[in-house]
Structure formats: structure tokens, C-alpha cells
């Protein structure tokens, strides 16, 4: 935020007006108007705060690449991220030789050169494997995977805007596919959250309009044309890129993650390729400098997209789509860094964009502070698997590329000797049989020889012992990547039959595992990124914009007026994928403890009080779906309900309104027996009164039944002396069915549930 500026600090030039008396508390001047307590307005602090966030904005959008003391930094900055992608150039030809292994392309590290070219997809099918297991367990089948902690009530408003951006960046079909892919390949997972506004032109028929006496009314003529109207239709909404973590550096690289790295005075780099069309664009945008853009669009032809010895992993995924990619020469390099540079004697977090060039000409077409509120860096990244002193993790592939090279050197052998092995051996004497041109292998053909001199021979079938071997580094390969035969589609394991108990202890790692992986990825990712969502919502967005909220349609006008300060302080959104998708037997254990809980007299937990109604809804949503959900259990606070004022306006029109549940109504009676005093000649005001009446008796006679009910003792549903009518446990009992009966299915019992997140014994 920017710096008050005091009475004396104020360049009067720099006013759009005259100036008038300042505030005596805070000698604030803001375009020639003074501070809001001498205009009577608001208080002097909301004045001050108004304008230091007006200029604090306007400060974003500020060029600092004029500063001669700003550029050198930025000149240093470029050089130690020229160093930083030096320094990875190894693990990126790593990386792109991991892409050939997954896109099945037979490369230079293939040992055995001979007539077949088949690749066996061991890892293919791993690592696709661990993306289905883990992208279904972080969306859960509920569709509700966003959980807000807060010590106010839920604003479920900003969390069905968040589950609508969740659908609108396509995350659960596109970005997370992509980008569980890119943690197993390179080892680590990087996306960038932007914002976009687009617009469409649309045009759309309306009713002709007739002219009758100076009024327009709607055309009834059936033959009349109908009138053509344009509008301009605003689409808004956050973006996720999954990036390569060969266009991605960190520096230093030993820091724990991207806050810690500006903390310590480093830089974040991402490598761009900006084509002439994203040049123009980014001039149009303001992003960068128009006299640069030009310059750029003529260094295209100059620097193209780097050395031809750089890793290109984009360039990998093109080929394998089939598409062949565009020329160098077509686009250019551009890094976009972020670092903290000293600005106006502060140090503060800018984005910069450099092109680079000849030394004394290097190229800097932009050099801001961080365009978001929220001061963050869009860049978030995570080791797939975290090594220690380092930033980045190492990819799963590097343990099993081997094996994999091998098991295709042996399938084309095995293939080649297979080959042969199907084609018979013919061992002839040629001094006994001189007319060997004359056998020819054909239907009923006739051989001119001796039986005796010539003999057929079998090519031994080393094909089977090729497979043999194929197999065994499968099993290897799948035991590295964590994956059971079971994830694999249309696999049944090993040829023997497993027992129950083996399959059991499969799927209790099985669920270890995955969710160990998917734990990281929702702390590390998505529940930094739904706060991403919370903020550039907060900033970008102006427009309304309709949501579903769980199951039905409903419009949020605007999101919570919430302070970018207190976004992270008054709500806290986190990922709910991983809790929602626990085992059945969570669930089953929680309500044998809701009904535990609800037998504890309430002078044990004094100074507390018990409130089951989230554990209701979560047990109701999770039996039945977040659609079905809202309809069974519902909450009263989201019916339509009016001020007493209001509805007298509505009923002095003739209108029927209904009466809601939690009216005060008796208040309302008052409220309406004024009404009254102006007359009802429709009869509306006498009807809801009469309403109100109904409901006030429906109440008391609700409160009476509830007081009977507390007093019948044991036997009665809260009694504790004897299981009450309908089959339920007696309170602090475990649930379950009556003797004789039978459980619902899938039901553990009792004596067999354990903890979810203990490895089972073999």
C-alpha cells in the first residue's frame, strides 16, 4: 500500500484542481478534494486508505525500466537465470529422453539395432495408471471439493464461486491429467494462475415493437419480422497453465518453496515463447512498451527460440500429437521473472519481462511491480518428491528408464527370433541333390529328392524366453511406481489366483500410497491455488455471474466485500479431495460416535454445547450426493425471507407472500397490525397475518411435543434405559441392526474396523 503523504509532501501541480482546506487529522489532499471529514462524508481513515490503494494501483502499472539503477538489477537478475538454465541444461535432455520413454519413442539409448521396432509401454501404462488412481481420489465422486474454516458461518456463496472456477478452468479434465503427468515424467509440478476477460458479439431475435398512439407495444402481427439486437457478452475467470519444468528456475535452488526463494533475494524465471501475434497482443494489452515491441518483432528473425542444444519438452509434446511444430524463426524467447527490486527506497516484488541481445542492447520490455493485490508470485511449484536442500525433485522415471530400454531390447529380439522360429529350416546335400532350385515351397509341390538327404529343422523358440523377461521387469517397473496390477485396465494380476487376504493387504498400500501423493499435491497446489481464485476474483472481476451452489442455481451478484488483507485471516479455503474420498469405514465409525456423543448428559461438557448439524449434512451429503443433499437435509437460512417493512409494501399491492420459518412472529404481527391502520382492501394483510398465526401455533404445539418427548425416560428415543421404537441404539451403543437382521452392504463389522492410515499386516 502506498505512503501517506503528509500536508507538506503534496505537489500541488500534480492536483487535478484547486486544492481546498485539508483534514486537520491526517493533512490529506485527493484531486483537489479534501479529506472526507471536512466534505462530511465518511471518516478521515477510509479517505486515506481509498487514495493510498488508488495510488497503489496506479503504482503497478508503472514503468520502471527507465531507471538506470533498476535496470542494471534487472541486467544481473537476467544473468544469474542464463546461469540457473545452464545449471539444469543436464536435467532437461533427462527430462526429454523420460518424454520419448512415455510417448513410446525408440531413441539413441536403445542397445539391440535389428528388424523390428516395437516398444513395450511399461511406464506408459504406470504412469497413466497413477494419474487415474490419483486425479479420482482428489475429485471426489460428490463434486464438492472445496471446505472453508472460519469462525463465522460458511460463506457458501464463495464456495460455489470456487467450485464454479474449478469447472471453468476445466481442472478435473484438463490441468490435472496433465498435470499428475508432469510430476511423475519431471518430477516436479508447476502451474501459473493468470486471469482472462474475452468478449463475443452476439446477436439474438426480439419481438418487433408497434407504435400505438406515442406507445410502444409488442407487434402480435404473425408475419411481422422479428427485430435483430446486438450485445456485447464479458467472459471472466481465473486461467491455470501446467508449465514444463524445463522452462521453469528457481534461484537459489536449495529454497524450501517460491515465497522462500524472493524472501532470500532470488528470482523466479519462466520461459516464454512469444510469437509475432503474442507480440502485437502484449503491446495492445499494455504489457509491454510499444517502441520495444517493435524492436522485438525485428529480433524475431534474429534470436528465434534459443540454441538448437536447448531442451524443448513443448516441442516433444507437439510431435507426439502428430503436429509438426512451428519454425524457430516464427517466435522469440522471453523470460518473464519476478524478483525484489529496490523501488522508491523499499524493496517490492516485480514482474519483468526480458528478451535479451547484444551486450549495451540488451532488450527489457517491461519492468513493473507484481500486477496482483495479493503480492504473490502466479508461479506455484512443488517436488513430486521432496528432496532434501533441494527445490526441485527428481523425476519417477530415473529409477526404471533402464529397464525399460531393456525390456524393448528384449521384445525385438524375441520378436526377431520369433520371426525365424516360424519359418521351417530345410537341411538338404546339395552334391545328392542337385535340383535344389526346384523346391519351392507351394500348395502340393513336388520335390525331386531323396527323403533321406534332406530333413526340416526348427528354429528354437527363444521368443518365450524373451517374453519371460519382458514380464519380469513389468513387475519390477510397477513395483517402483506403486502401481498393483489391479489399476491396470483389463489386467487380472499374476497367473495365480490371489487369496482374499492378499488382495486385502494390496488395497490397504494401495490406499497408503495414493494418499501420500495426493496429501502433497492438495497442500502444495490446489489449496494455494483456490486461494489464487479467491484473490484475483476480489480484483478482476466486475461483472455478476450466475454459480451453481450445490445442485441448484443461484446468482451471485458480487462476492463478499472481503479486504485482500483479511482473505487469508477471516476464511481459510483448503482442497477437500482426499478427506471426502476416505473408505466407508470413517464414515460408519462417525455415526456410532454421533450417537455416543448424543448420550453424554450435558453437565460433563460444561461451558460447551453440542451442534450435530455438520455431521448430518456430512453424512447426509455422503450417502446421497451434493445434488441430492440440499434437498433432503436443508437449511432454513436459504429460504426467501423479508423485513416486516418490506413485506407490508408487497402485501399493500395485493400480493400473497408466504411466512418463513425463522420469522420473529411477533414482531411481524405488530408490524402488520400498523399496516392495517391504512386500510386492506385486498385482504393480503389480514391473509399473512392469519399465516403467522398458523405457524405460531404449529411452533408451540412442535415445542410441547419436544418437552414430552425429554420427559417419557427410558424407552423413549432418548431414554437411556431401553432401546426405543424403530430398532435405534441405546445412547452411547454402537449402531446397528436388530438381532436377527441384517446390515446394509459393505458394512465392516464392528470387531474388524481399524485405522484407515495403519499398513496392514501380512
Not at 463478499?560 to 487469508?568: A, D, H, L, M, T
Request: charge should be negative; glycine fraction near 8%.
Amino acid at each position: 500500500m502506498a505512503k501517506r503523504k503528509s500536508k507538506g509532501d503534496v505537489n500541488y501541480s500534480e492536483l487535478a484542481g484547486d486544492p481546498i482546506d485539508a483534514c486537520k487529522d491526517c493533512k490529506f489532499f485527493i484531486n483537489g478534494e479534501a479529506c472526507a471529514k471536512v466534505m462530511g462524508a465518511i471518516s478521515p481513515e477510509g479517505w486515506c486508505e481509498l487514495y493510498a490503494e488508488k495510488e497503489d494501483v496506479k503504482d503497478r502499472n508503472r514503468e520502471l525500466g527507465g531507471d538506470e539503477k533498476i535496470r542494471e538489477a534487472v541486467l544481473k537478475l537476467a544473468k544469474r537465470v542464463d546461469k540457473a538454465f545452464m545449471d539444469q541444461w543436464e536435467r532437461g535432455n533427462d527430462q526429454c529422453d523420460y518424454w520419448d520413454i512415455y510417448n513410446t519413442v525408440l531413441g539413441v539409448k536403445q542397445g539391440y539395432s535389428g528388424n523390428s521396432q516395437i516398444y513395450v509401454p511399461i511406464v506408459k501404462e504406470a504412469i497413466d495408471a497413477r494419474k487415474t488412481r490419483f486425479v479420482n481420489q482428489i475429485f471426489p465422486r460428490s463434486q464438492r471439493n472445496v471446505e472453508c474454516i472460519t469462525s463465522d458461518e460458511k460463506p457458501y456463496h464463495v464456495m460455489a464461486l470456487l467450485e464454479h472456477y474449478i469447472r471453468k478452468t476445466k481442472l478435473r479434465t484438463q490441468v490435472m491429467p496433465a498435470l499428475m503427468i508432469n510430476g511423475d515424467i519431471e518430477g516436479q509440478y508447476n502451474i501459473y494462475v493468470g486471469w482472462s476477460d474475452s468478449e463475443r458479439h452476439v446477436v439474438y431475435r426480439t419481438k418487433a415493437k408497434a407504435e400505438i398512439e406515442g406507445e410502444e407495444i409488442e407487434n402480435i402481427d404473425p408475419d411481422a419480422d422479428d427485430d435483430m439486437e446486438t450485445a456485447v457478452v464479458v467472459h471472466q475467470g481465473p486461467t491455470v497453465e501446467v508449465l514444463s519444468d524445463t522452462d521453469v528456475v528457481v534461484v537459489p535452488v536449495f529454497a524450501s518453496s517460491v515465497g522462500d526463494a524472493l524472501a532470500k533475494g532470488g528470482v523466479v524465471a519462466i520461459k516464454r515463447i512469444w510469437s509475432k501475434e503474442r507480440l502485437k497482443q502484449a503491446v495492445d494489452d499494455g504489457e509491454i512498451d510499444e517502441e520495444v515491441g517493435e524492436l522485438l518483432e525485428k529480433d524475431i528473425a534474429a534470436y528465434g527460440t534459443g540454441q538448437d542444444g536447448d531442451p524443448k519438452t513443448a516441442k516433444k509434446h507437439i510431435d507426439a500429437a502428430g503436429i509438426m511444430s512451428d519454425k524457430d524463426g516464427e517466435a522469440i524467447v522471453i523470460y518473464e521473472m519476478f524478483a525484489r527490486l529496490k523501488v522508491d527506497g523499499e524493496r517490492r516484488l516485480c514482474r519483468i519481462y526480458y528478451a535479451g541481445g547484444v551486450e549495451g542492447e540488451e532488450r527489457i520490455p517491461s519492468a513493473r511491480l507484481n500486477p496482483f493485490w495479493n503480492d504473490k508470485c502466479p508461479l506455484l511449484s512443488a517436488a513430486q518428491n521432496k528432496l532434501s536442500g533441494s527445490f526441485k525433485g527428481a523425476s519417477k522415471i530415473a529409477a526404471v528408464d533402464k529397464l525399460q530400454y531393456g525390456a524393448n531390447d528384449v521384445v525385438n529380439e524375441g520378436w526377431d527370433s520369433a520371426a525365424y522360429a516360424l519359418l521351417p529350416i530345410i537341411m538338404t546335400d546339395p552334391t545328392k541333390n542337385p535340383r535344389t532350385g526346384s523346391m519351392v515351397l507351394n500348395l502340393a509341390a513336388i520335390w525331386e529328392t531323396s527323403p533321406n538327404d534332406t530333413k526340416f529343422a526348427q528354429f528354437p523358440p527363444l521368443w518365450k524366453d524373451a517374453f519371460s523377461i519382458v514380464a519380469s521387469a513389468k513387475t519390477e517397473i510397477f513395483q517402483v511406481l506403486s502401481v498393483s496390477p489391479a489399476a491396470i485396465a483389463q489386467s487380472t494380476g499374476q497367473k495365480t489366483k490371489r487369496n482374499q487376504a492378499e488382495i486385502a493387504n494390496e488395497q490397504q498400500v494401495d490406499i497408503l500410497s495414493t494418499a501420500d501423493v495426493c496429501t502433497n499435491i492438495e497442500d502444495e497446489i490446489l489449496t494455494p491455488l483456490l486461494r489464487w481464485f479467491v484473490d484475483l476474483d476480489h480484483q478482476f472481476r466486475e461483472q455478476p455471474i450466475t454459480v451453481r451452489e450445490y445442485g441448484k442455481m443461484g446468482l451471485a451478484a458480487r462476492m463478499e466485500e472481503i479486504p485482500v488483507i483479511e482473505s487469508n485471516r477471516r476464511y481459510e479455503f483448503r482442497w477437500f479431495g482426499v478427506e471426502a474420498a476416505r473408505n466407508a469405514q470413517a464414515i460408519q465409525m462417525q455415526i456410532s460416535a454421533m450417537n455416543v456423543i448424543k448420550g453424554i448428559p450435558p453437565d460433563q461438557y460444561k461451558g460447551y454445547e453440542i451442534n450435530l448439524v455438520p455431521v448430518i449434512s456430512l453424512l447426509v451429503e455422503n450417502a446421497f450426493g451434493s445434488r441430492m443433499a440440499p434437498e433432503i437435509f436443508k437449511n432454513l437460512k436459504s429460504k426467501l425471507s423479508m423485513a416486516p417493512d418490506e413485506e407490508n409494501k408487497y402485501l399493500a399491492m395485493g400480493l400473497a407472500l408466504p411466512v418463513h420459518e425463522l420469522d420473529e412472529d411477533q414482531k411481524h404481527m405488530q408490524e402488520h397490525m400498523q399496516a392495517m391502520e391504512n386500510g386492506d382492501p385486498t385482504g393480503a394483510v389480514r391473509e399473512h397475518m392469519m399465516l403467522h398465526r398458523f405457524q405460531m401455533e404449529k411452533k408451540m404445539q412442535a415445542q410441547m411435543a419436544q418437552m414430552m418427548q425429554m420427559q417419557r425416560g427410558p424407552g423413549g428415543p432418548l431414554g437411556a434405559g431401553g432401546p426405543p421404537p424403530g430398532g435405534a441404539p441405546r445412547q452411547g451403543a454402537a449402531s446397528g441392526p436388530p438381532r436377527g437382521g441384517q446390515g446394509p452392504a459393505g458394512a465392516i463389522h464392528q470387531d474388524r474396523l481399524q485405522d484407515a492410515s495403519a499398513a496392514p499386516r501380512r
